[in-house]
């Protein structure tokens, strides 16, 4: 794993985060791949320039294997062979960092045809709805929300299905630019934690 650009804390709360295999393919498509900090929440960027000469190319190449073998293979030939020296240029986080000494990249703003990927939550036209888990602050229980259940303008207030708390789930859990996917799961968490006036620490789920 690897430090967050922006404020220099882990990138990942969990310990995983974007594939190469995806990094190199936005790349590919945009010359950048975004993502963002489980605990700053900003937005920064993946400069295509991260990659050594010709990785994009063969990253090219294998993502026309079918699905079924394409992870396996990616895991095999990239991840466990600890290939980072080959796939990366050695000053890559260097690179990194250069590309988002001016902050957080400003998704909100940015140009964007509802046709296509949001830039800022990343979901395509027709997203899967999807459901997240929470531990209620109250007793710990382990609780979970699907999207369907999110008003879109009013949010949705929850039962823990053990101590009957109530927790109210803000209308802001949607995203902002495209209102058709939820935010990122640890904003998710600090969105309810700030409008419940709880610590946030007190909803992840271990």
Not at 14 to 39: F, K, M, P, R, V
Not at 59 to 64: A, D, E, G, L, R
Not at 101 to 109: A, C, E, K, Q, R
Not at 171 to 197: G, H, M, T
Request: aromatic residues 12%; contains cysteine.
């Amino acid at each position: 794993m690897y430090d967050c650009p922006l404020c220099g804390k882990p990138k990942s709360k969990n310990g995983t985060g974007q594939s190469i295999l995806w990094i190199a393919l936005e790349c590919i498509s945009s010359g950048y791949a975004l993502s963002h900090c489980d605990n700053c929440g900003g937005a920064f960027k993946f400069p295509d320039g991260i990659f050594a000469e010709g990785m994009l190319g063969e990253f090219q190449k294998i993502s026309q294997i079918p699905g079924d073998y394409l992870y396996d293979y990616v895991t095999k030939v990239f991840v466990n062979s600890n290939s980072q020296d080959r796939i990366l240029e050695p000053n890559w986080y260097h690179l990194l960092l250069e590309a988002n000494s001016f902050g957080p990249v400003d998704t909100l703003n940015m140009q964007w045809d509802r046709g296509e990927k949001c830039p800022n939550c990343g979901s395509n036209p027709n997203p899967y709805p999807i459901s997240f888990n929470y531990l209620c602050p109250f007793c710990g229980y382990n609780n979970s929300v699907a999207q369907q259940d999110i008003d879109v303008f009013l949010g949705v207030r929850v039962l823990c299905r053990n101590c009957f708390r109530p927790l109210l789930v803000p209308q802001r859990v949607w995203c902002p630019k495209c209102s058709r996917a939820l935010v990122d799961y640890y904003q998710i968490l600090r969105y309810i934690a700030d409008e419940n006036n709880v610590p946030v620490e007190k909803l992840e789920s271990k």
